[in-house]
């Protein structure tokens, strides 16, 4: 079955980076969609990143330009680079993936990481 651990996360402060992993396990990487979602206290789980078996990636419109998510097939990983952290990034980040979906909802993903979390103080 697909097996997905994150890593890279921790606390920065704002303007500061991180890179965030996901290696994956039990399956050909770029048979799937890979996405990242991030849920912060009391909040509902949305999209951040989404990148296609082509590389196609899309973004949520709060970290356009300063996030970018990419995949490295030779280490069966995803990755997610963000830049310019704003304290409103502050949430558990989440790598998922399924066969088919490669949209935005939450709830059409059938595997999912055990999630590493990001704090960003201001």
């Known amino acids: 079955q697909v097996q997905l651990v994150e890593s890279g996360g921790g606390s920065v402060q704002a303007g500061e980076s991180l890179r965030l992993s996901c290696a994956a396990f039990?399956?050909?990487?770029?048979?799937?969609?890979m996405a990242w979602f991030r849920q912060a206290p009391g909040k509902e789980r949305d999209e951040v990143a989404v990148?296609?078996?082509?590389?196609?990636?899309s973004y949520a419109d709060s970290v356009k330009g300063r996030f970018t998510i990419s995949q490295d097939n030779a280490k069966n990983t995803l990755y997610l680079q963000m830049s310019g952290l704003k304290p409103e990034d502050t949430a558990m980040y989440y790598c998922?993936?399924?066969?088919?979906?490669?949209?935005?909802?939450?709830?059409?993903?059938?595997?999912w990481g055990q999630g590493t979390q990001v704090t960003v103080s201001s």
């Open positions: 998922a993936a399924d066969f088919l979906a490669c949209g935005g909802n939450w709830y059409e993903y059938n595997y």
């Open positions: 039990g399956y050909t990487y770029n048979s799937y969609c």
């Open positions: 990148i296609d078996s082509t590389g196609s990636a």
